[in-house]
């Protein structure tokens, strides 16, 4: 079975900061990568999609990175600002339909 | 679009009583999943449908767990009988696996206290 990771569980920056969240997982052979954001007591939004054949995502200040070999992903935050305050999930997508989560990262941006 | 729709948006009921979520997938999609959050053990595929017919529901905890898909824009998932344990909140997402890149979008779920 597919087991997603997440490196800091937790993780508390200076506004400003450029700052790098961790996702590793244990079959390669995945479809697809996505993060998402959770605000508390929110649903998730979807923030990038890397599918298997691509190596890297941005949108805005995002970046995400995929190194399916390694089953390792990243997802790279350019000059944080509070508002970036969230839980941060990683999830795999390893056929048309089963997606899983890793635990996530709770991102804390200080003003 | 409205995206992804789920009822009742917090729920509160006793042990014993039966609870019955709802979701309404984006129009178009032809895929829909449910989820489970918890502090212990995080998002959880529930069981999911295509083409409104249940292709896996491995994840279904056990027998007082059922979901159904009657038609493309409505699916429920109903517990009977509630127990404490099952207090979460549960997510519905859908997504279009007809084409790629199979991006699933999350409806805002439904906290659900059993007590």
């Known amino acids: 079975k597919q087991e997603v990771t997440q490196i800091p569980a937790a993780l508390s920056v200076p506004e400003g900061e450029n700052l790098v969240l961790n996702c590793s997982f244990t079959d390669s052979a995945i479809y697809n990568l996505q993060w998402f954001r959770q605000d508390p007591g929110k649903g998730l939004t979807s923030l990038l999609l890397?599918?298997?054949?691509?190596r890297e995502q941005t949108s805005g200040r995002l970046n995400a990175s995929l190194d399916k070999s390694s089953g390792r992903s990243t997802l790279y935050i350019a000059a944080s600002q509070p508002g970036d305050s969230a839980t941060y999930l990683c999830?795999?997508?390893?056929?048309?339909?089963?997606?899983?989560f890793g635990t996530g990262t709770r991102l804390t941006v200080i003003p | 679009d409205a995206g992804v729709i789920q009822s009742p948006r917090h729920e509160v009921t006793e042990m014993g009583q039966e609870v019955t979520l709802r979701c309404k997938p984006i129009s178009g999609h032809n895929s829909l999943f449910w989820y489970r959050q918890t502090m212990m053990r995080g998002l959880e595929l529930l069981i999911y449908f295509n083409n409104n017919v249940p292709i896996d529901d491995s994840g279904m905890p056990e027998d007082r767990f059922s979901a159904k898909m009657p038609n493309a824009s409505f699916s429920t998932l109903k517990i009977q009988p509630s127990e404490p344990r099952d207090s979460a909140v549960y997510f519905c997402?859908?997504?279009?696996?007809?084409?790629?890149?199979?991006?699933?979008?999350f409806g805002p779920g439904t906290r659900l206290t059993v007590t």
């Open positions: 999830a795999v997508q390893t056929g048309a339909n089963n997606l899983f």
């Open positions: 997402a859908s997504s279009s696996y007809s084409g790629a890149p199979y991006e699933q979008y």
């Open positions: 890397i599918q298997s054949s691509q």
